[in-house]
């Protein structure tokens, strides 16, 4: 597979379609947490040395600890989620891969371009994204048993009680975690796999050595030793997701599903939704293969008013 893929995002193209400047507009198409946790102040060499072990090994070490890692389980940082799902699949020899849909296309891109056979059945290998992107679906454990299982945790700080990191010390389970959606700093470019070490050793030939810039390692340490912001970030979520919820039935939308990162509601028409909100510079999300679904992000404080007004 090549070519562009779907996304969230493309608020350039809505720019030049609808005016404005990217001041003006409230990009709520992503799942991009839009209170990021606040810049840390980062030491002169972050910037202007390479990467040195120790400054992994503090990472890797805070994530274990923030994520509740088993310790027979590998890790790897690099340069966002998204690095690891390309890689993932030259770890096996091509098979077939079951990527239930619905899901984050990158998956089923990846394995085409190493390989491999989309299919429906998981005998080979299986990706679930835990919470689902779009619709929120959560899985269940017995449900993953494939030899070659990557669960795809890039929303799940939201809901850390769901997670399946206990499975992370399994042979061929892998687990993936983003540091773009839940702390908000997308353009940080930091992710991690979590798993079989096996795996991990695989991939960490692939990506090669200094994967993760020297700020992104900085910045993720500090925000993985910050367990309070975290519980706070989910409770203000979880409020803000009520409030959306709220907002868009009330305007005659269904609620679909969704995290408390983003919400997916089924309306008459999600383009002519899109096109009022875009008029009102609002950007959302809608999806190819299913015209009555529009997603949005939550605003941030400060921007509700926005919203309110383009609905």
Not at 32 to 52: G, H, V
Not at 135 to 145: E, F, I, M, S, V
Not at 274 to 285: E, F, G, P, T, Y
Request: net charge negative; aromatic share 10%; proline share 7%.
């Amino acid at each position: 597979m090549s070519g562009k893929r779907d996304h969230g995002g493309g608020l350039d193209a809505a720019i030049q379609r609808y005016g404005g400047t990217r001041a003006d507009w409230l990009d709520l198409s992503t799942g991009i947490n839009p209170m990021p946790y606040p810049m840390p102040r980062l030491p002169a060499d972050a910037w202007t040395a390479l990467p040195d072990q120790g400054a992994f090994d503090r990472l890797y070490s805070l994530a274990r600890n923030f994520w509740k890692i088993p310790d027979e389980a590998g890790i790897i940082a690099a340069t966002g989620a998204s690095a690891i799902i390309a890689a993932l699949p030259q770890t096996h020899k091509p098979g077939t891969v079951c990527i239930p849909g619905p899901t984050y296309n990158e998956h089923g891109a990846a394995f085409g371009a190493a390989g491999w056979t989309i299919t429906e059945d998981p005998s080979d290998a299986i990706v679930a994204v835990h919470p689902n992107n779009p619709d929120g679906y959560l899985w269940a454990a017995d449900q993953l048993d494939s030899p070659f299982t990557i669960i795809d945790e890039s929303f799940g700080d939201v809901a850390s009680e769901q997670s399946f990191i206990h499975l992370a010390n399994r042979p061929g389970t892998v687990i993936l975690k983003s540091f773009g959606k839940f702390w908000g700093l997308a353009g940080l470019r930091l992710g991690f796999a979590i798993g079989d070490q096996a795996i991990i050793s695989k991939l960490t030939d692939l990506l090669g050595p200094w994967q993760v810039s020297g700020p992104a390692l900085s910045i993720g340490a500090e925000a993985l030793s910050d367990p309070e912001w975290a519980d706070e970030t989910r409770a203000r979520l979880t409020t803000d997701a009520a409030r959306l919820d709220t907002l868009l039935t009330s305007k005659g939308a269904e609620l679909v599903g969704g995290t408390t990162l983003f919400r997916l509601y089924k309306v008459q028409d999600a383009a002519a939704a899109q096109h009022q909100l875009a008029q009102n510079k609002v950007w959302s999300r809608t999806f190819p293969y299913a015209p009555d679904w529009l997603r949005l992000g939550l605003p941030a404080h400060g921007r509700w008013a926005q919203l309110e007004a383009a609905l």
